[in-house]
């Protein structure tokens, strides 16, 4: 078995490899120049900060289903240990476990290969237990900060959340540029809102996980065009789940990540932002998302910041 | 034993408790207001982005003198995994374990209690192996992105890092804010760097650990005088190590979390940042710096970025 | 609010400490001597030997319900490493991440206290997060070896499993007991089958983890009488739960751990044992039931073996 | 690069491949018969035990040397957490991070591969991120309990311990069956002693760790020959390390584990087992040294204990 003609006609269109030479391991984040950064820092209005994040917790996201990915296990290993001697500062340090595509996360460009291929070209098998990602691991993005743009679909179709059939669409993302006032362009990283999370900060997690609205396969081939650095959404999933295509699952992930170089951003907590750019009418920010640099990371969890 | 009066004539200068309110967790961070901002964003001017934390693997910062502060171990929990089915997309996925401390990191206020306290009073009892930080754990901190100054002190002093045994005084940060030719002000966040990290990365972790330079115990007055955010610098103890008044152990941690409310962030890698700052003569920037918000945390990685 | 009268007359009556001095840290352990397992090799009749544990992995016993104790998460960290070069010998390596109490285990000693003690009087403030307990932790136990005695109390009433509501009795107890054909003596391990390991084997963890049937608060006293030096069970939480007494949780517990200073143990699968005891008629065996020494653990995974 | 002929020779003549049918996953294990153990239990004199385990702690036996065999990570969840109100039984609960190779431990069989097999004839490819040993992961053990013999090999040379360069030959072994008197059969788990374990007694695991006495590649043959059941001793490589043959790394860790089927078993601490076999001149005990049975597991920490 493998992938169908209407997956490699799109990835043929899409294909980035080469484009930034055949040592390449960041794909589109090369489309942030310093001027598009420049730029998206005298973009900046209010000073306002928006937080993207979910608290990382158990009894988080995860329901069990995805095997390893497990919640953040938080632990003190030290409680007010006085160090030093009875008298002195305590201290108190703490650690963790956790999947690094546990809560709001990117994935990292070798998240997942397709035909025994990662972004641009390399070997499927360069990821190992050893070291991880040997090609593209998170590491490798040196920093995210970039213009951002809330591509609020939800709103823009007029209601609280999508259905959880609901494949978004470029129509979709053009009515919600509308809606945005602003034109998506190079180096951009575009925030597209569904209202899915709403489920699980209600606190169904399951419910939340699928049936999931999400990217339509035909997508990729928008981003592309507008040559985005990045994308992410508030769903588990990211794309829609189950497929629009049936048996060819996670279609848009291999686009992204293994024909663009495209990083791309789960169970972003796009709720807040969408309240504050609702009462200016303002969609575009300052976002910074920088990656934890694991070395060799396919993932990555990341505490995103919208400046307005 | 307790604490000497030395150290309660600064405690009771410098502190913050009730500034903000009885019921205030985040300290100084409230400094960071929209103004400071849109102020910092207004100041950048190349776009030009540096990124400041050492990568996350084994063989990082630790040398097993802290018990349970672990470098991270990650591990692939996936491998080119085709979950749906022979010919399918296939997945990596990774988790980790480590300490929250263990790397480039900010201390979150409850990192340390004297006298049984917390900042803002709080009980330090109220830190439990159940759900950590009760009261300021760092998921109560909503963003950091703030106007950012790097403070040179090795380069203001003519050497490529400072000795071992040097107390960093308000002299030495006055000299490297001249050299820096901007004011430290209310809601800055300050980056003091030492040189100390060049040790770690010509590879001896356990030279950079100590004997090391640092803040002095005289310095969070003038942090407190100039109303400052955060400080961050490029040393694993933060402070002078061994201390500068004997048995008196990490003062200034205590003075910084415990009686200012203020995040301190240790093994900040400072070195390309001073090269880019040296090049243009200016030591300001947008910075992010967002932590991971592990609820009750008493600490958490951050991947900090300094837009010039 | 306090533990009821009904916990102290019963705690009164089976309490333990000073029993083997002030500075006994194993409690009814002492009770196994060179004699008793001795004799328990005698008896091995056929060399026949039943494994007793739960396979340790993700999708094990934990429904979430208990904060923190996660089950296994098994990780490779080398996948056929060739260390010293291609062609070499290739290395398999893993790690894992659990509960000490996820799966099969022991509660050691210090797993719960009471009324602000341990067994023998230790403060319960003597449990740490820098090292865990300090006194009676399950490193300080030397071996467990022992007779061991099945009391198949669902045969003995002449059922599959008990009910969710079952009390087990001392009249339960000696109803197994004379079906097993021996008298339960001085440094014997006792092993309670309910049956109720028969809903996880079955794939519901959630109904296998309550109602439950379970140790009455009642038995302490038996077990006490007759010098038991350790008892398990094939239940998740040992005693009947939802409990006996309204608001009086783990009585047993408190009454076996800190009391008594009696190991317990839980998650037992006792299902293959009761048949082959069931098939011969002796419910005796050489029993190896050996904690795995964590330096201040209060509980430990558990491979135990019957050998017939 | 591949093996060399030496490696060849002796690989042709230990080969236990089908020996116990094609779907064989416990090699050597299957020479512990149930007349084994029942002979091994009618040798028991005294009923002392001796336990073989180091403690599980930070600051074990690891160096770094190993990427990803971490030393245990002990953490407590909750600490005197009064869970069902205040007043109520307080519980302790904790959890740990480690390597299953990083104390004392079994190697299971598929712990090494060469030439692209593992244990009859498996595929080295079998071994997986996602679910670890597919064929001979540990949990499919059943049981280890047999006849233990101690070889003393120090003892019978007349040392305190082997020196580093110390290859133990079959000649070695011999002469401390001779010691030990008592011939080793078919399913014996035999103890080699060295003393090396003494350098990280006294606190020194560089020391320990290499360079290391061990057995020689000539001894597969030896144990081959007896049909031994597993072999374990007391130092962290097993066999002697550097290599007797330069270039040909962990030969024995092959010949034993892919070619014979045989576990093997490292850190085990033997000295107060040398004492009591010493004062007795009695080297035979019923030896228990169960495996946790880590679904997948390639490795598995092990507490035996020699019943003598």
Same mark, same amino acid.
């Given at each position: 078995m493998s992938l169908p003609d209407a997956f490699h006609e799109i990835a043929e269109r899409v294909n980035n490899w080469g =484009?930034?030479? %055949?040592?390449?391991?960041i794909g589109t984040l090369n489309l942030i120049t310093d001027t598009v950064v420049r730029e998206a820092a005298a973009?900046?209005? !209010?000073g306002r900060r928006v937080p993207l994040a979910l608290p990382l917790r158990q009894?988080?996201?995860? !329901?069990?289903?995805?095997?390893? =990915?497990?919640d953040p296990l938080h632990v003190m290993v030290?409680?007010?240990?006085?160090i030093f001697g009875p008298g002195t500062v305590a201290c108190n340090d703490d650690a963790v476990t956790m999947?690094?595509?546990?809560? !709001?996360?990117w994935d990292a460009l070798p998240h997942v290969s397709h035909s025994g291929r990662l972004y641009n070209? =390399? %070997?499927?098998?360069? @990821?190992?237990?050893?070291?991880?990602?040997?090609?593209?691991?998170?590491?490798?993005?040196r920093t995210i900060v970039s213009r951002g743009v809330l591509l609020d679909v939800a709103r823009a179709r007029g209601v609280e959340r999508l259905a959880g059939g609901h494949a978004v669409t470029p129509e979709d993302l053009e009515a919600a540029e509308e809606l945005a006032g602003t034109r998506v362009r190079a180096g951009d990283i575009v925030l597209v809102r569904t209202g899915q999370i709403q489920l699980l900060l209600a606190g169904d997690r399951h419910a939340y996980s699928h049936p999931s609205p999400g990217l339509s396969i035909h997508t990729p081939r928008w981003f592309h065009a507008r040559d985005v650095a990045a994308v992410a959404n508030?769903?588990?999933?990211?794309?829609?789940f189950p497929p629009e295509?049936?048996?060819?699952?996670l279609p848009v992930h291999a686009l992204h990540? @293994?024909?663009?170089g495209m990083l791309q951003g789960q169970n972003w907590n796009l709720e807040e932002l969408s309240t504050a750019c609702g009462e200016t009418g303002r969609y575009e920010m300052l976002l910074t998302a920088m990656p934890? %640099?694991? !070395?060799?990371?396919t993932g990555t969890p990341v505490a995103p910041v919208a400046v307005l």
């Open positions: =484009r930034w030479g %055949p040592d390449d391991e973009g900046v209005r !209010t009894g988080g996201v995860q !329901t069990g289903m995805i095997p390893g =990915r497990v030290q409680i007010n240990q006085e999947g690094l595509q546990a809560g !709001t996360h070209g =390399r %070997p499927a098998g360069s @990821v190992t237990a050893h070291g991880g990602a040997e090609f593209s691991g998170i590491e490798k993005v508030d769903t588990l999933t990211f794309e829609i295509i049936e048996d060819l699952w990540l @293994v024909e663009m934890e %640099p694991f !070395t060799g990371g």
